[in-house]
């Protein structure tokens, strides 16, 4: 878990100082966890692209729009890497949609087939 926040709003908040440090000292020792405050753009791609989670204190920001912004660059990030990774193997995926195609279209299926099969396993059963 990736976690950043304003070391600002602990004090106000707390009005201590040794108050955020003390939560920092424990956030940071959790494993792969992580305290910031007043992180750059550059940063929070980095953090975003990187994290399992996001925890969010709603007091910190008026517009709740944190949720919003590491669902969306998750799923920007896992929709880039797809068409990316299809780009890249297209053929053997263009290969793979033609050989799928053919078998759907060997097993001739339709309305008609449907219900004399449907009609075929009722009369075995009753």
């Not at 929709?79 to 949609?97: E, H, Q, S, T």
Request: with cysteine; net charge neutral; glycine share 2%.
């Amino acid at each position: 878990m990736r976690i950043y926040e304003a070391q600002e709003y602990f004090e106000f908040y707390r009005g201590d100082k040794n108050y955020f440090n003390m939560i920092k000292k424990k956030i940071n020792s959790i494993n792969s966890s992580i305290l910031e405050f007043n992180v750059s753009d550059e940063r929070l791609d980095l953090l975003y692209s990187n994290c399992s989670a996001v925890l969010y204190i709603p007091f910190i920001e008026d517009f709740c729009i944190i949720p919003f912004e590491a669902i969306v660059y998750k799923t920007i990030l896992e929709i880039y890497k797809a068409i990316d990774r299809f780009i890249l193997n297209k053929d053997k995926y263009i290969k793979k949609v033609n050989n799928n195609r053919k078998f759907v279209e060997n097993l001739k299926l339709g309305w008609l087939k449907f219900t004399r099969e449907i009609d075929s396993k009722l009369e075995e059963t009753f």
